[in-house]
């Protein structure tokens, strides 16, 4: 499975720093909103399907695969979770999601 790797050349590095090839996994679509999901728990490919409304299916499936590649995702009996990389990852990104909606308010009412 090919996926942004550190090491080798990514969107934004072309010696793949380490910072830059997770920005370009995260940065791709719906990345960031299944790990976002699936933070809450397992879940199937339906349930993270109609969480991501508009993801096709081959989209999708070409996410988890890239993220269990990237040993963040991983599947199980009760479906999609994520690993202890995954959430290790989820708990540093949490507090980018609070600061988000602050500034999102600040944003609006300017």
Known sequence: MKFPTP???VRGSKTGVPIMALFDLLGRSWAMGIIWHLY???CTFR???????SVSPT???????????ALL????????SLTKKGGELY???SP???????WARSVKNS
């Open 40 to 42: 809450a728990g397992p």
């Open 73 to 80: 995702v991983e599947r199980t009996v009760s479906g999609y």
């Open 59 to 69: 989209v999708l499936n070409q996410r988890l695969k890239e993220l269990g590649a």
């Open 91 to 93: 708990k540093m990104l």
């Open 47 to 53: 349930d993270l399907q109609t969480y991501c409304e």
């Open 7 to 9: 090491g080798k050349p």
């Open 96 to 102: 980018l999601g609070k600061w988000a909606k602050i």
